[in-house]
């Protein structure tokens, strides 16, 4: 017995557009692959081997993200060297002229404009801030860590305090011009010297704290990512500047004042050692930071490469499929134009 299949305008139509939904989702992903050059989905592609993959890409995000916060580091630290270089080399400068005024007449009015503009441009680079921190206030940040010396500040109440209760008159008064130089070597020894010292430094001058920023730089390496304005050479000079800014040296004996003189000599030579020993500190974690995210970037090259072996796909192949695709998607669409202009009633 014989059968009769029976073809109809529904079943080729259907067909067709069965056709024509598939090709579409194939075109969809040989297209993604032909522009992106890897697998459109890599999982389904990889199978067992994607563990692999994700270990890889998760390494080379890792090294990626690293780069990125060594810049920053980097940034933060170039900002610091130049604050530390500038303030040596007007420290050295301050030097000479201190000298030079050691022994002059009017050496008080000739050092005074200029310890006072140091002294301002000591709390202003120290206060100095990078992409929203302050890179002088240790691990508080988002805190000015220096504060102005100024009438009302409590740095400047308190240096007053101590000189009137150390002289029983203010630094304004006629009565300085009395003061001998015993009392003034007493006053700075063992009164004023502890004003630049902890814990009077940390209450009337600085809110930075001593501990300093970290900052991973490599998978084995961290580093400490700045530094405190309580380091002691910022802490002489701001001494330093302070006596012959604010203790009426101009109206001083000329002996009471080269005491004051001698003094600050021995505290800027101190914090000029200081900061290039700091400077030298601060340069070579800076080399380290470039070592390491030269390595990094090998690194990610080197991670890569190896993804790409396992996510790359042949390109030309790819566009063979989508020039191929396209083609058997315009010939279903035509065809399915075709059938649906068939109808029996043409045939009546």
Known sequence: MMSANYISTLMLSSALRSSITNNQAALSKASKEATTGR???????????????????SEFNFADQLVDTNELVAGRLDVTQNRITQLGKTASEFLKNLIAARDADS???????????????????????????YLFGGIDTQTVPVTNYAAGSASKNQVDADFLASFGFPQSSASVSTITPAQMQNFLDNTLDTEFASPAWNANWSSATDQTLSSRISTTEVVDSSVSANQPGFR??????????????????KDTFQVVV????????????????????VGSIQQRVTGATEKLKIQKDILNDQIVKLEAVDPTEASVRVNTLQTQIQTALALTSQLQKISLINYL
Request: charged residues 15%; aromatic residues 4%; negative net charge.
């Open 236 to 253: 002489k000079l701001a001494e330093a500047y302070t006596m012959l800014t604010d203790l009426g040296n101009t109206s001083l004996s």
């Open 39 to 57: 697998f459109a989905d890599v999982g389904l592609e990889l199978g067992t081997g994607t563990g692999r993959d994700v270990s890889l890409r």
């Open 107 to 133: 050496g008080a009015k000739i050092i005074l404009p200029s310890a006072s503009a140091n002294l301002q441009d000591l709390i202003g680079a120290l206060n100095v801030s990078y992409n929203g921190a």
């Open 262 to 281: 001698d003094k600050a000599i021995s505290l800027v030579g101190g914090a000029i050692n200081d900061l290039a020993v700091l400077g030298g500190t």
